[in-house]
């Protein structure tokens, strides 16, 4: 395998070796690129942490379970699924959320903001997943098959309530 510099076509045998040509090309002071993506770093640590995104390595653990990620905010997100922390709550009914987005989704109750809006009819939806599922209706796709009969459904509770 060979590994090609996007900036004059030279061939290197190694990522590294890209990498030490790539530093002659760069005058912004961000003197390290990723070979995959073509980024560029000031630094080789931030190079490093950046190299996580194109591999399946996740360093950072969780001491409750065995599930692993690739950097510590999505762990402490995670931490929040065995500790039972729900550090966001609405101003409107006191309910508390583990995430932020998903407070902000909640809101929408109360505000009955819609910001998701069917291009076929222009019904407006507070969630994108229910206007995936009202799609749906319009194209006459019907993905949620039965495993037991050739019956298919446009909506995956009625899939559950058929079997």
């Known amino acids: 395998m060979s590994y090609k510099c ?17 530093e002659f090309h760069t005058d912004d002071g961000q003197h390290y690129m990723c070979t995959v993506c073509f980024m560029r770093f000031r630094d080789i640590s931030a190079l490093d942490a950046h190299h996580l995104t194109h591999m399946k390595k996740r360093p950072h653990k969780c001491s409750h379970c065995p599930k692993a990620f690739r950097d510590p ?11 039972g922390e729900k550090p966001y709550k609405c101003d ?8 932020y987005s998903s407070l ?9 903001e819609q910001p998701y809006r069917c291009p076929h009819c ?19 796709e019907r993905p ?17 309530r058929h079997v």
Request: aromatic residues 8%; charged residues 20%; glycine residues 8%.
């Open 6 to 22: 996007e900036v004059c076509s030279q061939l290197f045998r190694s990522p590294l070796g890209l990498q030490k040509h790539l």
């Open 144 to 160: 949620y098959k039965c495993n037991f009969c050739t019956k298919a459904f446009n909506n995956p509770s009625h899939l559950r």
């Open 73 to 83: 905010g999505s762990l402490q997100k995670h931490i929040r699924v065995h500790t």
């Open 92 to 99: 409107s009914c006191n309910r508390s959320f583990a995430e």
């Open 122 to 140: 222009n019904k407006g939806f507070s969630i994108s997943g229910n206007l995936q599922r009202h799609i749906l209706i319009h194209t006459g």
């Open 104 to 112: 902000r989704k909640h809101q929408r109750v109360h505000t009955g």
